[in-house]
């Protein structure tokens, strides 16, 4: 099934082969492409120092551990607003300037979270590096959704897996040092965006819209427009939520079914590499197939090692699928929606944001159902929203399908 079906027309003479862009500036250049894989990392370095460096926030600020707890939170409603923000100056400022501040803005955030006197003064940085991190997320996100023609979706995934790599690296920096120097991990974090910035003139100042492969034949009509928007939403929040929660929960889940601690932690760490590992894998072999056909198996593959890891003997095995299949369905799924809703300019900013509002819902959420059923059904739990991302694909794959004339 390609990625790309094609409405069957004559060309005319002039028109560009199939599967190539429209516009003759790349969006990016080859060392602008590299500073982007930089910057994720260092997102995702930053989304993982938080945790790790709550035993020395507890004692140095004399925080509760919910208290303690906080600082990641507020990072996640600084994303959410900066996604947002940005998007409402997409296409009205310039590529370079929305990512420079947004690089500045997570740099300052980073190095105010690591020199904050009072706790409050540490969780409005983190707020201000949240804020960044959504810029740097959506903006990065968008452009390379539309930048590569039909290797979007590959590009995608390889940037998204940077920032799996940064998820691994930041814990163990913090580590390697000790949560006692939590600052300098943060001052060093701050100090490694500002070259990033030079790297900014590489990047096309106003990009194209999203064009070239474009298919009328998967455009969705525009009465179901609103009805796709949701189910993308739905499929991204659910998504997320079990992201989050297969890393929360694992480890409880695998000491709760007779697993020693240091096993359920290596456990959950081969899940978090998995999923890196996952989205480099995805890359070539979305050149060849398509989003929905990717995201298909994803859902059903996730699903069955969801139920595999209710078997105490398969457990950790299973959870390093479920890392495995759900890695390619975020950054899969944006080319997938830029194409089915050219006309909503906005979509590709809510599914971000409603993602992020995804990782910060699932843990009470999970948190409630786990009260009323024990830890036992984790896994139980979490195939069943599994299926319901399931029964959303199947969805958009009709929804977004017409046939061609």
């Known amino acids: ?74 990072h996640f409603v600084g994303g959410v607003a900066g996604v947002l923000l ?31 006197p009072n706790w409050p003064l540490a969780l409005l940085a983190a707020l201000l590096a949240g804020l960044g991190f959504g810029g740097i997320d959506y ?13 979007s979706t590959a590009m995608l995934n390889i940037l998204n897996a940077h920032f799996g790599i940064g998820a691994i690296l930041g814990p163990a920096l913090i580590g390697a040092v000790g949560a006692e120097h939590y600052p300098a991990v943060f001052l060093i974090f701050a100090l490694a965006n500002l070259p990033l910035l030079l790297c900014l003139r ?4 106003h990009a194209p819209p999203p064009s070239g492969d474009r298919p009328s034949t998967s455009t969705p ?82 699903t069955a090692c969801l139920l ?14 479920v890392g495995l299949f759900i890695a390619p369905i975020f950054p899969t799924g944006l080319p997938w929606l830029n194409r089915t ?19 910060v819902a699932a843990g009470p959420a999970l948190g409630k159902a786990i009260e009323w059923s024990g830890v036992r059904t984790v896994p139980l739990l979490l195939a069943a929203v599994s299926t319901t991302c399931l029964a959303a694909t199947l969805w958009l794959i009709r929804a977004t399908h017409t046939k061609t004339p």
């Open 308 to 321: 595999l890891a209710a078997v105490p003997d398969l457990a950790p095995y299973a959870y390093a699928g």
């Open 86 to 116: 940005f998007d409402r100056r997409y296409g009205r400022t310039s590529n370079r300037r929305i990512l420079a501040s947004s690089y500045l803005l997570m740099a300052a955030g980073a190095a105010g979270f690591a020199l904050a």
């Open 202 to 205: 590489g990047v096309r100042d």
């Open 221 to 302: 009509l525009r009465r179901s427009l609103t009805s796709v928007l949701t189910v993308f939403v739905t499929l991204y929040v659910l998504h997320v939520g079990i992201e989050a929660g297969v890393g929360g929960w694992e480890p409880t889940h695998l000491e709760t079914i007779g697993y020693g601690a240091g096993a359920a932690a290596t456990a959950t760490s081969v899940y978090w590499l998995m999923m890196t590992v996952g989205r480099f894998l995805v890359a070539p072999i979305a050149l060849r197939f398509s989003a929905q056909a990717i995201i298909t198996v994803s859902c059903a593959g996730m």
């Open 1 to 74: 099934m390609s990625d790309h079906p094609t409405a069957q027309r004559a060309p005319a003479a002039t028109s560009p082969p199939p599967n190539t862009t429209l516009h003759t500036a790349p969006v990016f250049t080859t060392p602008a492409v590299a500073a982007s894989c930089a910057g994720f990392v260092l997102i995702g370095a930053l989304q993982a120092l938080y945790g790790p460096a709550i035993p020395a926030l507890r004692q140095e600020f004399g925080l509760s551990p919910s208290t303690a707890g906080l600082g990641l939170s507020a």
């Open 139 to 151: 903006g990065l996100n968008q452009l390379f959704s539309i930048g590569f023609g039909h290797r």
């Open 341 to 359: 809703t050219p006309q909503a300019r906005r979509a590709g900013a809510l599914v971000i944001a409603a993602s992020m509002a995804g990782g």
